[in-house]
């Protein structure tokens, strides 16, 4: 059976963490997506990640929650921001973990050094592709500057080998950006069933 994780990304502090409604799993288009796979008989979860905020976040906690999840060669893994980030490292510390699509929106990994701790000890594995069926990368050119550095730093790695998607209108695919639905994501795993 095919299952699906998608994982959210984090608020600049606490403050703005607690002010998202329902917990950022279950925010922005995440619910839809998440029951728009479930129709299609995937099971799709979407774990709320511990401090998912700047100061606070842990790489190994994270690890902790997410690792409670079965990944296999039926898994589509989806990050958001910060959650893409994650998924890169943990796929590049974890030569063993084998995934069938890797789904990348907005991606952050910490180019600049703003959290060296998350994101400390990380390098892309460009053999990675190895081991992911597939993977695509969604972004948008009016998204913040450390986005597309992280972008720009990842194609450098895999160039051509993953599969783009530029927008020049999404933002950072939040609600406010693009809504409660993700269409364009949906598509895609729609054409792979």
């Known amino acids: 059976m095919k299952n699906a994780i998608i994982i959210h990304g984090i608020d600049e502090t606490r403050e703005d963490f607690l002010e998202t409604p329902n917990g950022p799993s279950n925010f922005h288009w995440f619910p839809w997506g998440q029951w728009e796979m479930v129709k299609m008989g995937i099971l799709a979860q979407t774990p709320e990640m511990p401090n998912p ?18 990944v296999n060669k039926d898994t589509i893994l989806i990050g958001h921001s910060c ?30 050094g703003k959290h060296p701790t998350f994101f400390k000890d990380f390098e892309l594995d460009s053999d990675l592709l190895n081991r992911v069926g597939r993977i695509d990368l969604f972004y948008s050119t009016d998204d913040n500057d450390y986005i597309i550095k ?17 927008f020049s209108d999404k933002g950072h695919f939040c609600m406010g950006d693009i809504g409660s639905t993700f269409p364009e994501v949906l598509e895609i795993i729609k054409s792979e069933l």
């Open 53 to 70: 905020y700047l100061a606070d976040m842990n790489y190994d906690d994270w690890t902790g929650v997410f690792e409670q999840f079965d």
């Open 150 to 166: 992280s972008v720009d730093k990842i194609k450098s790695v895999y160039g051509d080998k993953i599969i783009y998607h530029e």
């Open 83 to 112: 959650g893409g980030g994650y998924l890169l490292k943990y796929l590049s510390l974890n030569p063993n973990v084998c995934a069938g699509h890797l789904i990348l929106i907005a991606p952050w990994i910490d180019v600049d």
